[in-house]
């Protein structure tokens, strides 16, 4: 099942956290500007950015104003001329503690953004701002990645080259994280190979079934995108929003942290002073441990930083550090810390152990595939990783346990086989991800990987997928009253399509 990261609390306690400083910012004002479109613009597209920037407006309003600013949001025509913004922007540096200019920018404008002073650039409008040099949004998504980053981790970012890809980019190579950055015209399907996906693009619906597994440990939808008929998309189609193991939602995801992040930043520039930031944790690892019978010892810890791989330098420094401990010496704070982040690492990799297991008996998969989860269990717990290879077999097992299990009583010479798996795998109860992996391992889908590669063959299994799930749809549908006396209920699983 996956997680939704929901911003709502954070926000809530941020602004409990920070009140005290309200004295502080009563006095202080902060101005944002915003434009509107060009007449002639029609790219429903386009004039959703514009929608988004007024959205975000009045939620920063909302947010500043909670701290006790008073917010000025001049709003601009797209044909406003250089000097008529210049004095715009010199005022408002004169009399406002904090600027922001929302994007959409008109291109003969974005030079006078130099103007305005680095301590003001809330949202690190500016490349070269030594105080923000990221956006705000960058910043916040960074801070929603880094807990769920383990070692050797691979984050996709999608929208690499963009204001707040490139942002999100720069803070994870700064942090050593192995970093994978995608835009136009890069193959999006290696997102498949990452373990984290970040998405930040605008493009509505540009990652689906195809780009999102569930090896995915986190998925952050960065997309804000309001139509005029009132929907609101991500960048992540909503089909895959079941597929990873956490993912943070469009509408209601980033945005709310994303407002904790900018009061963070003007509490700084008001008072000068450092304080304590929000922090996204992910789910309890006391849960874990409950669900998973394992507590936290100690003496295992030369066995957790073996199944992470950690480095041969950091296990001696274990060894050295419970050597000293065991000899009466109270343990350093660092290795206390450090001691929880390994145990809580291992425990995810536990999990995911857990998952497969589950998988496997969902899926009735023979004595033979739960005994080599089994080994893998008992060996992880004594020390060996879960490697790429561990991982590829464990997926590789599932999926061909997943096509036996829907096809076993088809024909496969059947024209409409392929549509039954679907049919089958549906009424087993699997989701869209296993229902894939079930595909994959037809000698249809094979064959076409073989002649035309993995994306065609992924895009051929998401067709037929899509082309049966409807009739199943169908088929769930309640009886008519009339009919319910002669009509049993189907209580088949409900597809939510």
Not at 64 to 92: M, R, W, Y
Not at 215 to 222: I, K, P
Request: aromatic share 6%; charged share 25%; with cysteine.
């Amino acid at each position: 099942m996956t997680d939704e990261l929901r911003g709502g609390k954070i926000l809530k306690h941020t602004k409990k956290v920070l009140a005290d400083f309200s004295e502080s910012c009563s006095s202080q004002r902060v101005t944002i500007i915003r434009f509107s479109p060009p007449a002639e613009e029609q790219d429903p597209i386009k004039l959703a950015k514009y929608e988004a920037a007024r959205f975000s407006t009045e939620h920063k309003v909302k947010t500043f104003a909670a701290l006790g600013c008073e917010v000025i949001q001049p709003h601009l025509n797209f044909s406003t001329t250089p000097d008529q913004f210049n004095k715009l922007l010199q005022d408002a540096v004169t009399t406002s503690v904090g600027l922001i200019v929302q994007n959409p920018i008109p291109k003969h404008l974005e030079p006078f953004i130099r103007e305005i002073p680095f301590e003001k650039d809330l949202d690190g409008m500016r490349l070269d701002n030594p105080y923000f040099p990221v956006s705000a949004t960058s910043e916040t998504i960074f801070r929603l990645v880094e807990p769920f980053v383990q070692d050797n981790d691979v984050v996709a970012v999608v929208g690499a080259k963009g204001f707040v890809g490139g942002g999100v980019v720069q803070l994870l190579e700064e942090q050593g994280i192995n970093t994978l950055g995608l835009d136009y015209g890069d193959d999006l399907l290696q997102t498949r190979q990452a373990n984290i996906v970040v998405s930040a693009t605008g493009v509505p619906e540009l990652l689906d079934e195809r780009h999102i597994t569930p090896e995915h440990r986190l998925v952050v939808d960065s997309g804000f995108i309001p139509l005029a008929d009132s929907q609101i998309l991500g960048d992540v189609n909503r089909s895959a929003y079941d597929i990873p193991q956490n993912i943070t939602p469009v509408p209601g995801g980033v945005g709310p942290f994303q407002m904790a992040t900018l009061m963070e930043r003007l509490i700084i520039q008001v008072t000068g002073q450092q304080i304590e930031k929000w922090q996204y944790r992910p789910p309890l690892v006391e849960q874990q441990q409950t669900e998973l019978q394992v507590k936290p010892r100690l003496e295992n810890w030369p066995k957790y930083a073996s199944a992470l791989e950690r480095s041969e330098v950091r296990s001696q420094w274990i060894k050295d550090v419970l050597e000293t401990h065991q000899s009466g010496s109270v343990l350093p704070s660092q290795a206390r810390g450090l001691f929880q982040k390994d145990f809580a690492k291992f425990l995810r990799g536990l999990a995911s152990i857990k998952t497969w297991r589950s998988n496997a008996q969902q899926l009735k998969s023979p004595i033979d595939i739960l005994q080599t989860i089994e080994k893998v269990e008992q060996g992880y717990l004594n020390g060996q990783p879960l490697t790429k290879e561990v991982k590829t077999t464990m997926k590789e097992m599932a999926n061909q346990a997943a096509y036996h299990r829907c096809s076993v009583e088809l024909n496969p010479e059947d024209p409409l086989f392929l549509n039954q798996v679907v049919v089958n795998a549906a009424k087993a109860g699997l989701n869209k991800q296993q229902i894939l992996g079930a595909l994959s391992m037809s000698p249809q889908i094979q064959s076409i990987r073989a002649k035309r590669g993995e994306q065609d063959s992924v895009d051929e299994a998401i067709k037929i997928m899509r082309a049966s799930l409807p009739k199943i749809k169908r088929q769930q549908r309640k009886p008519h009253p009339r009919q319910q006396n002669t009509q049993d209920e189907d209580n088949r699983p409900n597809m939510d399509l």
